[in-house]
DNA sequence: CGGATTGGCG
C-alpha cells in the first residue's frame, strides 16, 4: 500500500490551504547580506503594503537574530501574533531562537506561556540557559526533555564545554555513544574534540579514544572529519600526529591547511607555519581570515616585522577584511619589535575599534621598551574609556608604567579607582576552571 | 519555477 507523503505544511492546517503567491521579498530578505538591509527591506514592504507570508517573516526573523535587539525581536514578534503567525512551528521556534538571544528572560517567559514545545524548542532553551551560565538548568532541561535528539545530546555537550565544564562534556559524549540509541555526528565529535584542545595532555587521552570511536564506526577521514582531528592534534601539542593525519587525507581545504598553520605558530615553529603557508598557496589553495590569523601569530613569535607587514597587507590583497585579531597581531609585533609609533599610527587608523587586547599588547611593548611618552599619551583617555572591573589588566599596565616612570601620584590615583572597584587581577590557569 | 526551525564556532 502506498503511503501518503505528508505535505511540509500539514503541522497546520491553517497553512495547508492558503494561497501563497511566490514571495521575491522573502528572497531578498533570506539572501540580505546585513541586518540592516534587511530592516531596510522590511521597512519597505510596509510602504509599498507587500503582504507578508511565513516565510519572510521567517526570514525577517533570522537576519535580524544576530542584533541581539529585544526591542526589535519584540516587535516582529507583535507583528507575528497580528499575522496569526505564532501558531506557525517554524516561525515560532525562530522567534523563540531570536528571544534567546536577544534577551533570555523573555525567551524564558515565552517558552514557559506556551503550551506547544517540541524538540526543537527544548534543545534551543538548552543552549538559552548555558549561555546564561547556568548550566544546572541546562542539564536539568536536559534531563527532564520527553524527547530527544542529536541536536539535543549536541546542545548539552556543548553547554559543558563552554562552560568550562570539560569533564562532564566529555562523560555527557560517553553516556551518548553508550546509550547506542544516538549516532555522534560531525559536530557532536566535533564538540568533544573542541574540548581536548584545551585540555593538554588529559585532553589528547580523550582525543584519542574519539579519534578511535570514529575509526571503529568506519568513518572515513573526509575533509570535515580529517580538519576536525587535524585541529584537534594540532593543538593539543602534537604536531607529528597532525601531519600523519594530514598526509593521509585525500582532499584538504583551507581549513585543514589553516589547522595546520595555527596548530604550528601557536607551538612556536613559525618557520614551519609560514613554508606550509607558501605550500598551501603553490597548489592554489586560498587563505581565509583565520590563516592569516595563525600566520601573524607565527610572525610575532619570532619578531619577523618585515614579513608581518608583508603578509598583513596580503590580506587585502586577498579580498578579505582585516579583522581586530590581525590588528592586535600586528601591534603585539610591532610593541615586542619596540615600534611603538608604528603600532600607535595602526592602531589610530585602524577601521574597527580597538579593544582591550590591543591596548593591553600596546602597553606591555611600551613597558618592555620603558616608551612612557608615548604611553602616556593613549592613558587618559584610555582611562576614561574602559571600565576598570572589566579590563583590569590594562588597568594594572598602567599602574606599572607610572610606576616604572616615577609618576608616583599618578599610579596612585589609578591605583585607588582599583581598590574602589574592587579590581583584582584575574590569574592565568593552564586549567580552565571558569564558573 | 522557486524558499523554511535546533546543536558551534576559530
New binding site residues.
Given amino acids: 500500500m502506498v503511503q501518503p507523503t505528508i505535505p511540509?505544511?500539514s503541522y497546520s492546517g491553517l497553512?495547508r490551504f492558503t494561497i501563497?503567491p511566490?514571495?521575491?521579498?522573502?528572497?531578498a530578505l533570506?539572501n540580505a547580506s546585513s541586518p540592516r538591509k534587511a530592516l531596510d527591506l522590511y521597512s519597505q514592504m510596509h510602504r509599498r503594503s507587500i503582504p507578508f507570508?511565513?516565510?519572510?517573516i521567517?526570514?525577517m526573523l533570522?537576519s535580524c537574530a544576530p542584533l541581539h535587539n529585544s526591542n526589535l525581536i519584540a516587535h516582529l514578534h507583535s507583528h507575528i501574533l497580528k499575522l496569526g503567525f505564532i501558531s506557525?512551528?517554524?516561525?515560532?521556534?525562530?522567534l523563540l531562537?531570536a528571544y534567546v538571544l536577544a534577551s533570555f528572560n523573555y525567551a524564558r517567559k515565552l517558552f514557559d506561556e506556551t503550551p506547544e514545545r517540541?524538540?526543537?524548542t527544548w534543545?534551543?532553551m538548552?543552549?538559552g540557559y548555558?549561555r546564561s551560565g547556568d548550566i544546572n538548568k541546562a542539564h536539568a532541561l536536559f534531563e527532564a526533555m520527553p524527547l530527544r535528539?542529536?541536536?539535543?545530546?549536541?546542545?548539552m555537550i556543548?553547554?559543558f564545554?563552554?562552560n568550562g565544564k570539560l569533564n562532564s562534556g566529555f562523560s555527557c559524549f560517553r553516556e551518548m555513544v553508550a546509550s547506542e540509541r544516538y549516532k555522534p555526528?560531525q559536530?557532536?565529535v566535533?564538540?568533544a574534540l573542541g574540548g581536548c584542545a584545551h585540555m593538554g595532555s588529559l585532553g589528547l587521552l580523550v582525543g584519542k579514544s574519539v579519534h578511535g570511536f570514529m575509526v571503529k564506526n568506519g568513518w572515513g577521514l573526509d575533509v570535515k572529519i580529517g580538519t576536525i582531528l587535524v585541529d584537534m592534534y594540532a593543538k593539543c601539542g602534537l604536531l607529528k600526529l597532525a601531519c600523519i593525519v594530514f598526509n593521509l587525507m585525500q582532499q584538504r581545504n583551507v581549513?585543514t591547511w589553516?589547522a595546520l598553520i595555527?596548530g604550528f605558530a601557536q607551538h612556536g615553529y613559525s618557520e614551519e607555519a609560514l613554508s606550509f603557508f607558501e605550500a598551501m598557496q603553490d597548489i592554489g589553495v586560498r587563505p581565509?581570515?583565520?590563516t592569516f590569523t595563525g600566520i601573524l601569530n607565527a610572525c610575532a613569535h619570532r619578531g619577523l616585522v618585515e614579513e608581518g607587514r608583508k603578509y598583513f597587507n596580503m590580506i587585502e590583497q586577498n579580498g578579505l577584511e582585516a579583522r581586530i585579531q590581525h590588528y592586535g597581531c600586528m601591534v603585539d609585533l610591532f610593541g615586542k619589535a619596540g615600534l611603538l609609533e608604528e603600532a600607535y599610527q595602526l592602531i589610530t587608523t585602524m577601521k574597527v575599534e580597538p579593544n582591550v587586547v590591543i591596548w593591553g599588547s600596546f602597553l606591555s611593548g611600551c613597558k618592555e621598551h620603558k616608551q612612557f611618552e608615548i604611553a602616556e599619551r593613549v592613558t587618559k583617555q584610555l582611562l576614561e574609556r574602559i571600565e576598570p572591573e572589566s579590563d583590569a589588566g590594562v588597568y594594572s599596565l598602567i599602574c606599572d608604567l607610572y610606576v616604572l616612570n616615577g609618576k608616583w601620584d599618578d599610579a596612585e590615583r589609578v591605583r585607588k579607582v582599583m581598590v574602589g572597584q574592587n579590581v583584582r587581577k584575574v590569574r592565568g590557569s593552564s586549567f580552565i576552571t571558569r564558573s
Wanted: hydrophobic residues 45%.
Fill in positions: 511540509p505544511y497553512f501563497r511566490f514571495n521575491s521579498w522573502a528572497l533570506k507570508d511565513s516565510f519572510s521567517l526570514f533570522n506557525h512551528v517554524y516561525v515560532a521556534t525562530s531562537r517540541n524538540v526543537v534543545n534551543i538548552i543552549t548555558s535528539d542529536v541536536a539535543s545530546w549536541s546542545a556543548a553547554a564545554m563552554n555526528d559536530l557532536t566535533g564538540l581549513m589553516t595555527c581565509n581570515e583565520l
